[in-house]
Structure formats: C-alpha cells, structure tokens
C-alpha cells in the first residue's frame, strides 16, 4: 500500500498524512499512517452496510476530521442526519 501510495499517487507516504483504502466490497477499510517512527495500518470491517466513499476524480481527496469520523462509522458523512433526540422536560 506505501508503494501504491508512492508510485501511483506521487505522494510521499512518510509525510504523515493519512491514506485510506476501501475494499471492493465497501465493507473493509484500510487506514495507513507514518508518525515519524513507524508505519502504521489500521483496518476496520463494517458488520452491517458499505463505507460511504467519496469519489476522487484524481485519485486523491481531503477531507476533515469529522468527515473521517463519520466515514469510518459508517455515517453518511455528506448528510449526516441525527438518530435521536433528548426528552423534553417541563
């Protein structure tokens, strides 16, 4: 993945950046990171649905954290809709 990154994306992999993959199915996702120590790579498997991935006309996109967040709980981060509300009290 850290030779993908280098070879196809022309990205230096050990700039600290993150590079996230997703599997064929959409269920798996791939997370690659360098901290200035090491390489890192996470993986996360959704039991239920598909990533909601962004399409990326150059191959490469940014997005912010809470997007990440999202993305990595299976939250359609484009429309994030709230999934409950508190009781009123009064």
Sequence with gaps: ???QVQQSLN???HAGDLYVFRGRSGSL???L???GLGMSL???RLERGRFVWP???DGTIAIS???MACLLE???WRNPQETWRPTQVG
């Design 65 to 67: 954290a809470s997007a």
């Design 42 to 44: 996470y993986s996360k």
């Design 11 to 13: 990205k230096d992999v």
């Design 55 to 57: 399409s990326a006309k």
């Design 33 to 35: 990171w360098h901290d």
């Design 74 to 76: 299976g939250v359609d």
């Design 29 to 31: 996702c791939k997370i």
């Design 1 to 3: 993945m850290a030779l």
